[in-house]
């Protein structure tokens, strides 16, 4: 690894042992930075041989719960226990994190509908094109998300549904190590903008997670989410211990958009199912009122179809299209199946 991609510079050396902590020099001239440079937080844990994994949290800026796993994993990780290395960015978003801010201050960008970036493009291009490169020198990418204050998913891992096969096996098996019972299949409604996309690019191994979400830190969830790293560095032999090995209860995928239930109109949405629940078709998924028009109906919303709760709306006033209740439906693959039994 250089100390240098093509678009940040790095104050701390990825090749060298030991553990450092530094930044990736964005630099990005505005009022608020003209000419210094915009800290992007990074980590290195390296001793002996063994593979690289990346853990990035922070990739949303109003997502807390990854880089609370991080930040606590780092602080208590014995460099002497780890054979490999462990790079972490707990915050790869940094401005947008600092601001509690989904998309970046800097650019009003969204860094995971970014890859695989620019390195002369703008703030948020140069980010995911910096870590575009970087995988290009791991073995395996864990991106940690949750549902931030827009939204509270389900406690998921996500993995891409993948034409290389031994891929896809490598992603399942990491899935399946970090934990969670729900996985969140990504089919063909994924967008390939996303770091999931640029690590299938890459030939990596990658999970990525939804971790509850309202834009604070869930107790709970971030529990799971630092136990699944541990269980990640065991299952790759960065760490010793007994190879976790846990029961993948229930795969679910986005069949149709449409499924998914949408503000139709601007006002206060008055919900009546969560994350985490199962709803029939013409089922009850809340109100919409309008207390700004106290004469006028609230207007009653319902599901189109039956199907798994993967995610509610956290927003009590809601704008036209805004999206209420993400419907997943089960998946149901053979071939994996037959892994579990």
């Known amino acids: 690894m250089a100390d240098k991609t093509d678009t940040l510079t790095l104050t701390i050396d990825l090749t060298a042992p030991g553990r450092q902590v530094g930044d990736a020099m964005l630099k990005w001239s505005d009022n608020t930075n003209p000419l210094g440079y915009h800290p992007i937080p990074i980590i290195s844990l390296k001793n002996g041989t063994g593979p690289t994994l990346l853990i990035i949290g922070g990739t949303h800026g109003d997502e ?9 994993l780092v602080a208590t990780l014995d460099l002497d226990e780890i054979s490999g290395q462990i790079i972490f960015l707990p915050a790869f978003n940094a401005p947008a994190v600092a601001a509690s801010s989904r998309v970046s201050p800097l650019d009003g960008e969204n860094l995971n509908r970014a890859f695989p970036g620019d390195g002369l493009g703008g703030p948020t291009a140069m980010l995911a094109n910096f870590v575009e490169h970087l995988l290009a020198d791991c073995d395996a990418v864990i991106d940690l998300h949750s549902g931030g204050k827009a939204s509270f998913f389900q406690p998921s891992t996500l993995i891409s549904e993948m034409s290389d096969t031994a891929l896809a096996a490598a992603s399942d098996d990491l899935a399946r190590a970090f934990g969670l019972p729900l996985v969140w299949m990504l089919g063909k409604h994924n967008d390939n903008r996303s770091v999931n996309a640029a690590a299938e690019r890459a030939g990596v191994p990658m999970i990525a997670t ?11 969830i971030t529990n799971m989410a630092e136990t699944g790293l541990r269980n990640c560095l065991v299952h790759l032999s960065i760490l010793k211990g007994t190879k976790p090995g846990s029961e993948i209860t229930r795969r679910v995928s986005i069949a149709s958009p449409l499924h998914s239930v949408y503000a139709p109109a601007d006002g206060l949405f008055d919900r009546q199912i969560s994350a985490g629940q199962d709803v029939a078709r013409n089922q009850s998924a809340g109100l919409l009122h309008f207390p700004l028009e106290p004469s006028r109906t609230p207007l009653p919303l ?10 509610h709306g956290n927003r009590g006033m809601v704008r036209r299209d805004e999206l209420l209740a993400l419907i997943a439906q089960d998946v149901t ?3 994996l199946d037959s892994k579990e039994s």
Do not use: N
């Not at 939804?210 to 709970?220: D, F, K, R, T």
């Not at 319902?302 to 995610?311: E, H």
């Open 210 to 220: 939804e971790l509850g979400g309202g834009g604070g830190v869930h107790p709970e």
């Open 333 to 335: 693959d053979p071939s």
């Open 302 to 311: 319902r599901f189109s179809t039956s199907g798994f709760v993967l995610a």
């Open 64 to 72: 807390f719960e990854g880089p609370s796993a991080i930040m606590r």
